[in-house]
């Protein structure tokens, strides 16, 4: 999705009294984060990251133009995002990142909208995609996996989904909590 940001880290509290900080990284070798380059606030401010060495629960971090604790404490919570364009693609055919799902028109398999995509969610039991009904404010939410959504199409912006009518139409492994997370298919 052209102009997407995707957040790879959140500054945490200081650390020490030089202007470092803690920072927890959200990709998936977390010193990594230190090689996209320029790091974005959701205000606009740029800054680099000088330095990185792991520490007990995250990462200290020294960052560019910050010089003392005062600083430090000032950025606390603020999360740090790039460019979409900047990230590599996903290495898996059923791998996506959460910002190409997001904004995706969902049909069914006969061309029917049912709605799109507006969040993607995982609350421990596997990602859900949240869908914005086509008729009114309402969301529902269905598991992200290839017996729901069997097709994503970036490309050309849908996916399709198999919504049961009744629990009996459901698979056995979706029936309760789904739990299964997108893999095979699609």
Same mark, same amino acid.
Do not use: W
């Given at each position: ?15 020490? =009294?030089?202007? &470092? ?6 990709? !998936? *070798?977390?010193?990594?984060? /230190?090689?996209?380059?320029? +790091? ?41 995002? =790039?460019?979409? &364009? ?6 898996? !055919? *059923?791998?996506?990142?959460? /910002?190409?799902?997001?904004? +995706? ?41 290839? =017996? ?39």
């Amino acid at each position: 999705m052209a102009g997407a940001r995707i957040c790879l880290g959140q500054i945490g509290a200081p650390h020490g =009294v030089r202007g &470092e900080v803690r920072l927890h990284s959200f990709t !998936a *070798d977390p010193s990594a984060i /230190a090689s996209y380059g320029p +790091l974005e606030t959701e205000d606009g401010r740029l800054f680099e990251i000088e330095s990185l060495r792991p520490a007990k629960h995250a990462l200290v971090a020294k960052l560019s133009g910050i010089a003392d604790r005062d600083a430090a404490e000032r950025l606390a919570n603020t999360k740090l995002y =790039v460019p979409r &364009e900047r990230l590599p693609e996903p290495a898996d !055919a *059923d791998e996506f990142y959460h /910002a190409d799902l997001i904004g +995706l028109r969902a049909v069914d398999y006969a061309g029917r909208d049912c709605g799109t995509v507006v969040a993607v969610h995982n609350f421990g039991a596997g990602d859900l995609i949240e869908l914005r009904t086509p008729h009114g404010a309402q969301t529902e939410l269905l598991p992200f996996d290839a =017996v729901s959504v069997p097709e994503v199409d970036i490309a050309h912006g849908r996916l399709v989904v198999a919504h049961p009518t009744t629990t009996t139409e459901m698979p056995p492994s979706l029936r309760g909590t789904p739990t299964a997370k997108r893999s095979g298919g699609g």
